[in-house]
């Protein structure tokens, strides 16, 4: 395939929306990954922001959409670095709710350089999840698409119903099996499950598909890593390659193919230019070290394709 071709008008008046998870991301890079107990000077030290669907809505920021955040941080020095790290990239943030006297999502990834592969350490917020009344619905109606990651529950299955009832597409990051997550897959008019995700619901990627199926979304995509991803959508199962780059830091790599994946599905394109191009995307990020500092934009992403096909 040639990919999906650039087109002339532009974004247009693209919106969607994001709620979810926003984090500070502090990330090492290391010569191998250390062994226990022992000490190892890092080459690099980055700091930036993440989360699945802040960083989701980072990367639609690029491609020239106009894009929005939903979640919550505290008043601490990581939750104002992750407030000015999306404002910055222009997004609106006012559904970025601030609790005080808490603790915001916070990261340590450990990159090995080798490899390219990260060992990511979390911890979600102290504070209170975003609650379904927090939510501003102006944010999600005026919005062509929603992205939810699941893991401010509540808040995500209101939005996802919201969205349903006024006919803006939902697309649903799902990381892992953790409870509420099917009730908002059934919600979804796309699922974009990861590995870990697929296994919990059947031993094969394909299993995950066919039970997936089940809740009848328009696609549902397994991503696979450096083995690609595989899709499935009216009927049809199909595998899409990882495009080959010189692999800095996978970090982020998922939430960028899910910022991909949404701009394809915000453009009409065909399913299978959609999945190749978000996989270009994602690939392109891991140039860069962190989650966001290699997102590109969309001539970039589209010359890439170009060049690789």
């Not at 619905?137 to 401010?152: F, K, Q, R, W, Y």
């Not at 453009?267 to 989650?291: H, M, N, Q, Y």
């Not at 970039?300 to 394709?305: P, S, V």
Request: aromatic share 4%; with cysteine.
């Amino acid at each position: 395939m040639t990919g999906p071709p650039a087109d002339p008008t532009g974004p247009g008046e693209l919106r969607a929306a994001g709620v979810g998870q926003c984090s500070l991301d502090y990330l090492a890079l290391v010569e191998g990954f250390p062994a226990e107990d022992t000490k190892q000077e890092a080459r690099r030290l980055v700091i930036e922001g993440g989360g699945p669907a802040a960083t989701a809505m980072v990367s639609l920021q690029r491609l020239g959409v106009e894009a929005s955040f939903s979640g919550v941080v505290s008043d601490d020095d990581a939750g104002d670095r992750i407030r000015e790290g999306l404002a910055s990239e222009g997004l609106d943030v006012t559904g970025l709710v601030t609790r005080p006297g808490g603790e915001s999502q916070t990261a340590f990834i450990v990159v090995n350089t080798g490899s390219g592969s990260r060992t990511i350490l979390w911890k979600r917020p102290t504070v209170a999840p975003l609650s379904p009344e927090e939510l501003a619905p102006e944010l999600i109606t005026s919005a062509n698409l929603l992205l939810v990651d699941g893991l401010m529950m509540e808040a995500s299955l209101a939005a996802a119903a919201l969205a349903r009832e006024k006919g803006v597409t939902v697309l649903l990051d799902a990381g892992s099996l953790r409870p509420g997550m099917m009730d908002l897959a059934r919600l979804s008019d796309h699922i974009v499950c990861s590995e870990k995700f697929a296994r919990e619901l059947a031993p094969t990627p394909e299993g995950a598909l066919k039970e997936l199926s089940r809740l009848k979304p328009a696609s549902a995509t397994v991503t696979l890593g450096p083995e690609g991803s595989v899709t499935l959508a009216a009927g049809e199962v199909f595998t899409q390659r990882a495009f080959s780059v010189d692999v800095v830091d996978t970090t982020g790599a998922g939430d960028v193919f899910h910022g991909g994946y949404a701009y394809g599905v915000m453009r009409g394109w065909d399913i299978r230019k959609t999945v190749e191009f978000a996989s270009a995307f994602a690939a392109l990020k891991c140039e860069e070290p962190g989650g966001r500092s290699g997102i590109p934009g969309l001539e970039a992403a589209l010359a890439f394709i170009r060049e690789k096909a």
